[in-house]
């Protein structure tokens, strides 16, 4: 296995646990959110308000952690075509050493 191949290797596998995290911390930050919103609702106060509330940061906390997501897979959508261009100028360097001799 080449280097550039073992470095997208490591690459992939560093996207896919900060995905993981993102999504591990995510849930703990929606149930932790979500606990006031719990309390005031088995209190019967603020019952339809705290619903709505509860939903609104629900979604709103989503939000942050997809686009957390989505910068990981862009910057490595990045990285990645970084290596397929220094993979294409090092064959068309072999290329041109070849035709040289």
């Known amino acids: 296995m080449k280097a550039a191949e073992r470095i997208e290797l490591l690459k992939d596998m560093i996207q896919e646990a900060i995905d993981d995290g993102a999504t591990s911390v995510e849930d703990v930050h929606q149930h932790i959110a979500g606990l006031p919103f719990d309390a005031l609702e088995k ?6 308000q705290a619903a709505s509330l509860k939903d609104k940061q629900r979604k709103t906390i ?8 989505k910068v990981n897979q862009e ?13 294409d100028a090092r064959t068309a360097s072999r290329n041109m050493d070849r035709n040289d001799d």
């Not at 209190?43 to 339809?48: N, S």
């Not at 989503?62 to 997501?69: A, E, P």
Request: charged share 20%; glycine share 12%.
């Open 62 to 69: 989503g939000l942050v952690y997809d686009t957390i997501r």
């Open 75 to 87: 910057v490595g959508s990045l990285i990645s075509e970084q290596f397929a261009a220094l993979e």
């Open 43 to 48: 209190l019967g106060l603020f019952e339809e």
